[in-house]
């Protein structure tokens, strides 16, 4: 089944999961290498044009081999030097790693850039993109030859929570095992569109912001049903604030927990 | 385990950061030695790090904080489990001498069933040649082979002026990634099960028996030899040996015999398969050189016998360099690379 992460198993235990990068954005990435690429040639032909008015025929074996190694070896080079990235991946936060997490090696890197050659064919990267497609970790031929995914490899960001805080009474918090529930059924990637709704509602036109405040309630409201009281006269923006608020913020429920147990 | 989210970075950040400044650093410098002090923090590092993450994963929130210790986890992980040799030092004469060649007889099944292949391509060329001389333009789409061998020969022989003069280099450079790029392609297409690189090498071997049955027929065949010999007799084993890689390449993807996944034996070849296209690569700069410098040179400049002499001695040399080069131990007495 093709997912859009990969999970790996520590023999401590520890799960952890590799966002993998999609056909869209390594073909983005592809692009602006092969600009890159393109620069680099140009910038050797100037050089070579200057050489070839003492010497054209070593100049134009220079740009030959140049052009030759150029469009080789931008991928090696990148990938080996920047622990598998080109400008094109940094660009786009995409990195080649080890299928297994392990550490990259130079013969792997060599493999992936050299199957190139056939995950070209016949045109545009038809081979590797079709292969990219079908295969559950979006691996072209090189990547399945080298064992290496394309993974996206995100910076930390820390969500300014106040700005996500709900009023200073939240109906919510007055049933404990329903919000407790709520956590447990709640989603990482559903508890970050909630807060990042509520972060950008600024930049929704009025109604659109009405009907996807809407929506998200009506989502939430079915993961967790609260009880009439909690809920009655409560909009739907405040709601989402106070489905956030509960997610987001435990320090009100750790204080009182720690005076319960006092 | 619900966690005080601000509380929990801000109490664990300063190991995440440590963390990172060592993982940097081990990424930054490969052959980087670890003391025994600075290995201990490093491990007590990585747990601590996997610990947090265990804890974030249950939290329905932060899922950046919870990517970005994943990140971090992975990364340690890679350098603490891993298993397979520590990428040392590259000592170019060390790989030349002793690992390429040995890594070519570790295969040599492969590099026999890629001149086997080849062998059937000649016979096939020089038998569609001999029987039906009027294939030449299917068999050899080129417009320097599709002329008369012996007016070729007579054309070659008195000509006046040197046709490659000023232009030599470049007909090195162009026949060098040319011909490495037909490697390239021939090692690759070994994906597609080693159809590809048994077409390539079919292909290959048809053209090279059709233009030497060609000359032989014209009574040709001591030209032939001078002219193909100085740079074939590498050029062909070149492509032999990327079609040697293309095969096992093909042999990992079909897997015949062996009790192993298809990862663990892709990733059993990947260093070999390197190595032996990067000899190839050499040997194709070589070729490259020869065959613009030297073979496209004929009597009255240089005799056939010289060429045909040059070219047995190169043969003999590769000969000797891949079957016996790197057999003994190596000179420091440390251990043979694999």
Not at chain 2, 15 to 41: C, D, T, Y
């Amino acid at each position: 089944m093709k997912t859009s992460t990969l999970i790996i198993r520590t023999p401590e235990g520890i799960v952890f999961s590799q966002l993998l990068a999609g056909p869209v954005s390594r073909f983005f990435a592809w692009f602006i290498d092969q600009l890159c690429i393109q620069v680099a040639l140009l910038a050797l032909v100037t050089i070579m044009g200057f050489m070839g008015i003492f010497s054209p025929g070593i100049a134009i074996a220079f740009l030959v081999i140049g052009w030759f190694v150029i469009s080789i070896g931008y991928g090696i080079f990148f990938e080996w030097s920047w622990r598998g990235q080109t400008i094109g991946k940094r660009l786009f936060r995409l990195r080649v790693v080890d299928v297994e997490g392990m550490r990259l090696q130079f013969n792997q890197i060599v493999v992936r850039n050299l199957l190139r050659f056939v995950d070209q064919l016949p045109v545009f990267y038809f081979v590797g993109g079709v292969t990219c497609w079908l295969n559950s970790k979006c691996q072209r031929l090189g990547d399945l030859a080298a064992n290496t995914i394309v993974i996206r490899s995100p910076k930390i960001h820390e969500p300014d929570l106040d700005q996500a805080l709900a009023g200073k009474f939240n109906s919510l918090r007055q049933f404990p095992h329903l919000v407790a529930r709520l956590r447990q059924n709640v989603s990482p990637a559903e508890a970050n569109v909630a807060l990042q709704a509520i972060l950008r509602r600024d930049e929704f036109e009025p109604a659109a912001r009405v009907e996807m405040f809407n929506n998200l309630a009506a989502h939430f409201r079915a993961k967790v049903e609260f009880p009439a009281e909690a809920t009655d006269g409560v909009a739907d923006e405040q709601y989402l604030r106070n489905i956030v608020d509960v997610l987001y913020r435990t320090r009100v429920e750790n204080k009182i927990e720690q005076a319960a147990a006092v | 385990m619900i966690v005080d989210l601000p509380r929990f970075i801000t109490n664990e950040r300063p190991f995440w950061n440590e963390l990172e400044k060592m993982l940097n650093h081990i990424e930054a410098e490969p052959n980087v030695r670890l003391s025994l002090q600075q290995l201990q923090l490093f491990h007590q590092l990585y747990e601590r790090t996997a610990a947090g993450l265990a804890r974030i994963t249950t939290f329905s929130s932060e899922p950046e904080v919870r990517r970005y210790l994943e990140n971090l986890v992975s990364r340690a992980y890679s350098e603490i489990h891993e298993t397979r040799e520590k990428q040392r030092r590259f000592f170019p004469l060390e790989w030349f001498l002793y690992t390429l060649p040995r890594t070519f007889r570790r295969h040599a099944g492969a590099f026999y069933l890629s001149v086997a292949i080849t062998i059937a391509g000649c016979m096939f060329g020089g038998g569609a040649i001999a029987l039906d001389p009027g294939s030449k333009q299917v068999l050899m789409p080129f417009p320097g082979l599709l002329q008369d061998p012996a007016e070729r020969v007579r054309e070659e022989e008195h000509a006046k002026s040197d046709r490659l003069k000023g232009f030599k280099t470049t007909f090195s450079a162009e026949l060098m990634t040319h011909n490495i790029k037909i490697a390239i392609l021939t090692l690759a297409l070994g994906m597609s099960w080693g159809l590809g690189t048994i077409l390539m090498l079919f292909y290959n071997g048809v053209m090279l028996g059709a233009v030497a049955i060609d000359y032989i027929r014209a009574g040709e065949a001591k030209f032939l030899l001078g002219w193909l010999m100085p740079h074939g007799v590498i050029e062909i084993p070149a492509i032999l040996i990327a079609g040697q890689a293309g095969l096992m390449l093909a042999a990992a993807m079909i897997g015949r015999g062996s009790r192993l996944a298809l990862r663990a034996r892709l990733r059993a070849i990947s260093p070999d398969v390197t190595t032996l296209i990067f000899g190839v690569g050499l040997l194709l700069v070589w070729a490259g050189f020869i065959e613009a410098f030297l073979s496209q040179y004929h009597e009255p400049v240089i005799p056939y016998d010289a060429k045909i002499g040059f070219g047995c001695i190169e043969l003999f040399l590769l000969f000797a360099f891949l079957s016996r080069s790197g057999r003994q131990d190596k000179p420091d007495g440390g251990p043979l690379p694999k």
